[in-house]
């Protein structure tokens, strides 16, 4: 008989690990008291106790196993953000700061430099610092420079909007800008150099953006890239050609164990040439999530390989996610990492599954295999893409069967002219002419493409990710289940993956949505109802956050934006919204005509059954459903009519003892504090406010 699941010991050791980090955020997060881990001995020991008496020694040894890695897990990830939550600076106080540049890339108002090894005046800091450079902050300075400057450091809060700070998952402790002219001095480093010499050699022999491309992936660095071609890769469900990972080091161990079976090197010495050499890559690539997930992988396939031992990739997969969290505890709530884990367990887990159908139809092996891999990709990373960015890609997968194919051809052409172009630099010019040209007239496609129309706007979060995974695995055929058993699960499954993107999606009958976003002193409001959707915005919102909120809440289609701002606040505005009526104060000088788009400067408007009203520039009320809605940008005089206010100032709530982010309800008023970062839903009906 046959058992309905091939137990794989590291994946179930892998999931620990990840449940045990989870478990240390919580903690953290609440300020727990870290003693409540002690409850794993006693439910250990009931476990043990049971295998005793059923004389299962496997069951005991993993229970033990099981125990000891959630622990470690738990609290790696307690103690990890624990570090980061310690400031060693006086934040009020100026510094001579100095470090090592780890990271240089570019923002909207100019350039930035990570450091690390850093020190105030004499004494050690721990953690990075992000400093932003002015447009002449002095000294040139790169990656392996040390640097020096005068500044006042800001504390990179580890719960600063409720939930983790990016920051923290690369331990960037502290922010600055730098208050005097910056110097530098040059260490060699030979990471930077090998990048530098890429970099230059492709910005000197092709087009600005053809190099930015094609340097974003060879080594995963996309600062360079246009904001409009990213994006457009982002939607076609391409994106991760710029995440070095299997592609690139397959390539590189690709190459290698060609020349050295022409060579006839000894297998132990090939073997070890061709991890150093894959190991070597991710290095000059700064040791990416994706790239060094793919470097144990592939390791471990030689070493099994190279011992005539059995390989699994799903065990693979597992010990390299074992490795990744150890290290890194807090990579486990990387979009990198995640996407990478869930793209390849996709592929492990469906791949087969297709071929194996696609053949059935007589569809040859390498087209199969193609397909398979890239449905696999696909259907792993689909709910990561809708909660994370808002929407998941239409196109992504006739792009992936079709067109990454050629594009991994063509990059294998570019790596081999990029390899010979830095041995031979003479005739670097001629070599990158012609082994960038082919890769140039597929990337100018695809940049051109617009594939924003094809996108699927999104209804996965929360509870959706997990039970989307069961569902997915339990259809897979890692999974031994009769036909009837897999139809009814599959039927079952799928009813409350419905029912879970209703509740997502969720609006009330002749009622109003109103769901709140900001980050940072700037955000959004979406009022949604069925007469249409409006969006308030204040004039420093990031417009990718806008775009990916609209892509949640189903809110594309706009019959309004308002503006909150200053004079030119019409220029926060991006054509990319899809609205062509703009509502701005009518205190703003005009700047009529606005491309295409219909700028109205009035006090009181109407559209979509609510009444709006500027108060100023930064302040708008908003009539709905006889509820009066204030939103402001800016400290102002509560009018006595308003029952809810949302500010993205924070000012004046301190005078109703909020925290940041806090919500207060009394009686028919609330009020709620979008400061720093939040997201929040009202629902508005009968004239009543629900939160």
């Not at 060693?88 to 990271?103: F, M, P, R």
């Not at 992936?217 to 990972?245: C, K, P, W």
């Not at 969720?506 to 409006?534: E, F």
């Amino acid at each position: 008989m046959r058992r309905i699941v091939n137990v794989r010991i590291p994946v179930l050791i892998a999931s620990m690990v990840a449940l045990g980090i989870l478990t240390g955020y919580f903690i953290c997060h609440n300020e727990i008291n870290l003693l409540w881990l002690i409850a794993v001995i006693p439910l250990t020991a009931i476990i043990i106790l049971c295998s005793l008496l059923l004389k299962n020694k496997k069951l005991m040894i993993l229970t033990i196993i099981f125990a000891v890695v959630f622990t470690g897990g738990a609290l790696n990830s307690y103690y990890t953000l624990q570090n980061f939550r310690v400031c060693d600076v006086d934040t009020d106080q100026i510094y001579l700061i100095s470090g090592t540049v780890k990271e240089k890339g570019s923002t909207a108002y100019g350039e930035y430099v990570i450091i690390d090894n850093v020190t105030a005046y004499d004494d050690k800091l721990s953690g990075k610092v992000r400093v932003y450079l002015s447009e002449k902050y002095g000294d040139f300075c790169d990656v392996g420079y040390t640097v020096q400057f005068y500044t006042q450091l800001k504390f990179n809060d580890a719960f600063p909007y409720g939930e983790l700070n990016y920051y923290a998952e690369d331990n960037v402790k502290y922010t600055c800008s730098n208050y005097s002219e910056l110097k530098s001095t040059y260490h060699f480093s030979l990471s930077g150099s090998i990048r530098s010499l890429i970099k230059n050699t492709f910005y000197e022999n092709m087009s600005y953006d053809t190099a930015s491309v094609c340097y974003g992936m060879m080594l995963g660095d996309t600062q360079y890239v246009d904001n409009d071609a990213l994006e457009n890769f982002r939607y076609g469900g391409i994106a991760h050609i710029f995440a070095v990972s299997g592609l690139h080091i397959g390539l590189v161990y690709g190459i290698l164990t060609f020349i050295l079976k022409k060579c006839h090197a000894n297998k132990y010495v090939s073997a070890v040439l061709r991890i150093l050499a894959i190991i070597f890559y991710a290095w000059i690539c700064g040791f990416s999530v994706s790239s060094v997930r793919a470097v144990i992988m592939c390791a471990i396939s030689i070493l099994t390989r190279l011992f005539h031992v059995k390989s699994d990739g799903l065990n693979n997969l597992g010990l390299a996610a074992i490795l990744i969290m150890f290290v890194s505890p807090l990579s486990l709530f990387s979009v990198g990492f995640q996407l990478s884990v869930c793209g390849i367990g996709g592929i492990l887990l469906f791949s087969s599954l297709i071929r194996r159908a696609l053949k059935t139809i007589k569809i040859p092996d390498k087209v199969s295999s193609g397909v398979s891999a890239s449905f696999g990709a696909q259907v792993g990373t689909f709910p990561i893409m809708l909660a994370k960015f808002g929407y998941a890609s239409g196109s992504g997968l006739l792009l992936n069967i079709f067109v990454i194919p050629l594009v991994s051809m063509l990059f294998t052409v570019l790596f081999a002219g990029t390899v010979l172009s830095l041995v031979i630099p003479p005739a670097a010019s001629f070599i990158m002419q012609y082994s960038a040209m082919p890769l140039e007239a597929v990337l100018s496609f695809l940049v051109s493409a617009n594939f924003e129309k094809a996108i699927i706007n999104s209804f996965g979060a929360g509870v959706f990710v997990p039970l989307y995974f069961l569902v997915a695995i339990a259809l897979s055929d890692k999974i031994n289940l009769k036909i009837l058993s897999r139809s009814v699960f599959a039927t079952c499954g799928v009813s409350v993956l419905a029912i879970c993107v209703l509740a997502q999606t969720y609006l009330p009958a002749n009622g109003y949505k109103v769901s709140v976003s900001s980050y940072d002193n700037d955000g959004s409001v979406i009022i949604k109802s069925t007469q249409g959707t409006v969006l308030i915005m204040t004039e420093d919102a990031s417009l990718s956050r806008i775009k990916s909120k609209l892509h949640r809440e189903y809110a594309t289609d706009l019959d309004g934006v308002i503006i909150l701002g200053e004079n030119d606040c019409v220029e926060a505005y991006d054509l990319s919204l899809n609205c062509k009526d703009v509502y701005v104060s009518p205190l703003l000088i005009p700047v009529q005509p606005y491309q295409t788009v219909e700028v109205h400067y009035e006090q009181c408007f109407h559209f979509c059954g609510i009444e709006f009203e500027y108060i100023d520039g930064q302040s708008v009320t908003a009539l709905i459903d006889g509820v009066s809605v204030l939103v402001t940008a800016e400290s102002t005089t509560i009018p006595t009519s308003c029952n809810l206010v949302i500010s993205f100032t924070g000012k004046y709530f301190n005078e109703l003892n909020l925290t940041p982010n806090g919500t207060r309800i009394t009686n028919t008023k609330a009020f709620y504090d979008a400061s720093y970062y939040g997201k929040i839903t009202f629902y508005i009906r009968n004239g009543k406010i629900i939160t």
